[in-house]
T-cell receptor
């Protein structure tokens, strides 16, 4: 069974600074997807960024980028130029690559932005 | 284009009662999944519906059941409610096909007293 681990329950960062959230996962599959979802107080899960395991290039979406280390089964999220609106719970998630597979989530990291 | 919509937003039930939660998927999506998110935890997969059939199921008891209608909307039913069923229930939809993005609704907050 696949597992996703987020070892940082809480993180904080000064506004405009950079922060990195960590995620490790365990799987025997070679092809899969990894995601970072943001959950603000409204509780809706919002996709931040996704990474296909077969791609060596790290995904980037504006201020958000990932460091994907397939051999180490590590998938960290870097948020640059942190903004107050980035404050939320961040969940790392895994999904097998074929069919309509379910998402397996980590336990989340609460990110606080300090003005 | 409406996203994933869920109802009700909040509800309170008594232990032993039954509850039905509803979900309308994003336009163009035919696959609906349900997740349970307990306070302070990540979402846990309950089950998935496609073509009006349950296709995958997580580690949840038979008290949790569902249905998908021809218009792709879905219901989650929970019987014999326990205090431990108190959680945020998230509906997610996607179009069939590997790699398609999964979209979530805002959830239904269930409190069992």
């Amino acid at each position: 069974a696949q597992t996703v681990t987020q070892s940082q329950p809480e993180m904080s960062v000064q506004e405009a600074e950079t922060v990195t959230l960590s995620c490790t996962y365990d799987t025997s599959e070679s092809d899969y997807y990894l995601f970072w979802y943001k959950q603000p107080p409204s509780r809706q899960m919002i996709l931040v960024i996704r990474q296909e395991a077969y791609k060596q290039q790290n995904a980037t979406e504006n201020r958000f980028s990932v460091n994907f280390q397939k051999a180490a089964k590590s998938f960290s999220l870097k948020i640059s130029d942190s903004q107050l609106g980035d404050a939320a719970m961040y969940f790392c998630a895994y999904r097998r690559s074929f069919g309509n597979e379910k998402l397996t989530f980590g336990t989340g990291t609460r990110l606080t932005i300090i003005p | 284009d409406a996203g994933v919509t869920q109802s009700p937003t909040h509800l309170i039930k008594t232990r032993g009662q039954q509850v039905t939660l509803r979900c309308s998927p994003k336009s163009g999506h035919d696959t609906v999944s349900w997740y349970q998110q307990a306070l302070g935890q990540g979402p846990q997969f309950i089950f998935q519906y496609y073509e009006e059939e349950e296709r995958q199921r997580g580690n949840f008891p038979d008290r949790f059941s569902g249905h998908q209608f021809p218009n792709y909307s879905s219901e989650l039913n929970v019987n014999a409610l326990l205090l431990g069923d108190s959680a945020l229930y998230l509906c997610a939809s996607t179009a069939t096909g590997a790699g398609n993005t999964i979209y979530f609704g805002e959830g239904s907050w269930l409190t069992v007293v």
